[in-house]
Each structure stands twice: as structure tokens, then as C-alpha cells.
T-cell receptor, first 114, second 111 residues
């Protein structure tokens, strides 16, 4: 257990529905990252926050995706009007913004869009 | 563009053998490299990292080698055990950007 918690672990939804995932990072970590991983692939970067500020977003992140970190602690990732291509593992990771650069990953949320 | 790749998608070894997992990267400006292990149904777990001012770093049963001349990174696992069976990812970043990962090598250890 890395100390990064994600909820839910699994989500099954129908195409067109909205879903929201939550990530609780390690408490003293001010950087929080979202990645997406499909079967057989490495994690693909989506976006990251430093405290409550969203500092970078990948071109992969369509306008149906939105992420927030309102108080600089937990974060949510929302996908609107889900599509079957959104089916993937969504990983959250955290780290401090200085010193050691390694990321601590959560166990992920597995999304299946039917 | 930036990319991270691994030479082989799968690697099968016998218990007790040494394993070598390779990774090639394209961005010569990268200054930080990392290896993760991912077991089925779990998130990636940190193994070892190295900065570009080094060419070798050792951990417990693992060694990372960095060859900046040919942009190659490798992970060596000594005396491989069944518990080492997993998918291994290499990654890199540059100052101010997020880690970027390759596709992964699946290591299978038979006893």
C-alpha cells in the first residue's frame, strides 16, 4: 500500500453516462497526477496539479474530461458522456514538488463502458 | 517526438537466473529515469531510479544502467524469483514535465 487511495476500484457504466473518480494522495504530497492505462500499455499522462492549481494537461484529455483539486488535497476526475473508448484503468499518483521525483501510485479505478 | 520503448514485450526466465529488461528512449534532454513494477490488478510500484549524471545505480537485487550515448536504459534483476513476475515499465521525465512510460515488458519466472 503506497498511501494513495482511489475510489471506486471498479466502475461499470453505460455509454453516455457521466462518471466521477476520487483520489486521496499521500497527505504531505502537493503534486497529484492522473494517468490512464489500457491493457498492454504503459500509463499515459492526463493531467497534474500542484496544490489546487492544474498545471499541465495532455492533448489526450478531451473536453469531456475534467479534473479538480479544490482544496489541494483530494482530487476528482470526471468523464462526461462516456464512450466505449474511455474504458481503461485510471491511475492517480502523488509526490512532493521538490527533491525525490518518484511517483507513488494508487491501485487505480477500472472503468468499463458498455 | 518523445517516446519511451522497450525492446521486448515478454521475457521468460527460470527461477534463480538473472533477468535483464531493456528500454530505449529518444529524448536526449531527459535527466531522470525510473523503473516500475506492476502486478495484475495493482498500480505501478517503484523499483529504482537514476539521474542522468550517473550511469549505474544498485538496489536490493536490482541494478539500473543508463547509457546516454545510445539512449538506453536497462534493469537487471539478480536471482530472479517467482514473486518478480510482473510487468515492468521504464519511464523518464524532464524538469517540469510528468513521467512518460513505455509499453512494458512482462516478466515470467518459472520455478
Amino acid at each position: 500500500d503506497t498511501g494513495v487511495s482511489q475510489d471506486p476500484r471498479h466502475k461499470i457504466t453505460k455509454r453516455g453516462q457521466n462518471v466521477t473518480f476520487r483520489c486521496d494522495p499521500i497527505s504531505e504530497h502537493n503534486r497529484l497526477y492522473w494517468y490512464r492505462q489500457t491493457l498492454g500499455q504503459g500509463p499515459e499522462f492526463l493531467t497534474y496539479f500542484q496544490n489546487e492549481a492544474q498545471l499541465e494537461k495532455s492533448r489526450l484529455l478531451s473536453d469531456r474530461f475534467s479534473a479538480e483539486r479544490p482544496k489541494g488535497s483530494f482530487s476528482t476526475l470526471e468523464i462526461q458522456r462516456t464512450e466505449q473508448g474511455d474504458s481503461a484503468m485510471y491511475l492517480c499518483a502523488s509526490r512532493l514538488d521538490r527533491g525525490d521525483e518518484k511517483l507513488f501510485f494508487g491501485s487505480g479505478t477500472q472503468l468499463s463502458v458498455l | 517526438g518523445e517516446s519511451v520503448g522497450l525492446h521486448l514485450p515478454t521475457l521468460s526466465v527460470q527461477e534463480g537466473d538473472n533477468s535483464i529488461i531493456n528500454c530505449a528512449y529518444s529524448n536526449s534532454a531527459s535527466d531522470y529515469f525510473i523503473w516500475y513494477k506492476q502486478e495484475s490488478g495493482k498500480g505501478p510500484q517503484f523499483i529504482i531510479d537514476i539521474r542522468s549524471n550517473m550511469d549505474k545505480r544498485q538496489g536490493q537485487r536490482v541494478t539500473v544502467l543508463l547509457n546516454k550515448t545510445v539512449k538506453h536504459l536497462s534493469l537487471q534483476i539478480a536471482a530472479t524469483q517467482p514473486g518478480d513476475s510482473a510487468v515492468y515499465f521504464c519511464g523518464f521525465n524532464q524538469a517540469g514535465t510528468a513521467l512518460i512510460f513505455g509499453k512494458g515488458t512482462t516478466l515470467s519466472v518459472s520455478s
